[in-house]
């Protein structure tokens, strides 16, 4: 697809909601001589910057994408961005300076704390990775998908959790902070409407920047999204299932980031993504283990609910074992990241006679989890950095 192409989609995207924005707040029309003027200045800056950064090879444009018109060296395709901000943000302006400016400002207020803002770097950090690795280059569509990962996808998949899980949250002492929130009930309806708002534009530009392979992660991505929590198809219900469709939320964004970059699937490739996939399948069953009492009473099936607490607390131990062995039979640099498993191990092990009756006191060693997280995290870049330097040599 031409960047023209995709251009003139997130333009025509940006007025259609700009335009809905304004008359929902009661403008019947735009104040287009502000619009006009906002554009022109924004044209102008981007011709500056553009060029300016282009001039200083901080980035480039494929040529077989683009339709060779520029000025200066900034290609036409780039004064799309300024044109549809232009025209949207009125609108969104209008909306929140209107008298449903307070319930809007309310709503966005939930859905911070819905998106779960400690966790947003666990799946944009996979898919900045995956690309910048891959490609060794950072471009638009590397900063869309980091942006999208990082955000909007994180609220799809926490909002939706949060709405259809109310009921059984309420009833859960761990709800209601950095673990979960509690959403209240007037807010459920626009919350899944502003999930939608949010992530269908940038979806529509993956798929069109991305081939085949793009189209079909990006869609088992959003199915497991949706389907771990949403009315009628409840994964999150379903033993040993929920926890693959867990780990499928923090891996497919990975995969959508090497598939975006062509990458081929070799076979240190496969055992990374299998070694991650592990990874996440004992996070979601040990971080199960603390919920069983609650959620045996509230009638819902898990992995931990199944095998109850002493085997799930082994279950997650072995598949973060095998996630680090997997990991040493890479390619070198790679097995030095292996070394990631031990903190998760030595943090899970406490529990390995756990009870159903003591599976609550879990939560401590989840709460060190959230933040094992980063420094995972930190020492994954490390790992990277290392493995970007021997490439150079």
Known sequence: MTYLALSFTFVVIACAIGLWLSRKAGQRSMIWQAVVIAIGALFILTA?????????????????????????????????????????LPGLWSVLTSHQAADMGQLLRHALVVSRPVSWIN????????????????????????????????????????????????????????????LPPAFHKPLLWLVAAVNIPFLVVLFATGGPSTWIT????????????????RFKERPVLDSITSSTHFVSPAVVGLTLAQADFDTGTVLILASFFLWGMAAHAFGAVQDIVPDRQAGIGSIATVFGARWTVRI????????????????????????IAVPYIVNCAPWFFATDGNAHTTN??????IYLNYFSGFLVTLVMIYASLSTTR
């Open 316 to 339: 997650s131990l072995t598949l973060w074992l095998l996630a680090g062995l997997l990991i040493l039979a890479t390619p070198w640099p790679t097995p030095l990241a292996a070394i």
């Open 364 to 369: 401590r060693a989840w709460r060190r989890f």
């Open 218 to 233: 990006l869609a088992i991505s959003t199915f497991a999204v949706i389907a771990y929590s949403a009315a009628g198809l």
């Open 123 to 182: 799946t944009a950090f996979p898919f900045g990775a995956a690309m910048i690795l891959t490609n060794h280059t950072i471009d638009w569509v590397v900063v869309l998908g980091c942006i999208y990962y990082l955000i909007p996808y994180n609220l799809a998949m926490y909002g939706i959790n949060d709405v259809f899980d109310y009921e059984s949250d309420a009833q859960n002492p761990r709800k209601g902070g950095i673990e979960g929130a509690l």
């Open 48 to 88: 500056v910057f553009d060029n300016v950064m282009i001039g200083l090879d901080l980035f480039h444009y494929a040529d077989v994408h683009t339709s060779g018109l520029t000025i200066g060296r900034a290609p036409i395709e780039d004064f799309a961005y300024p044109l549809a901000a232009a025209v949207l």
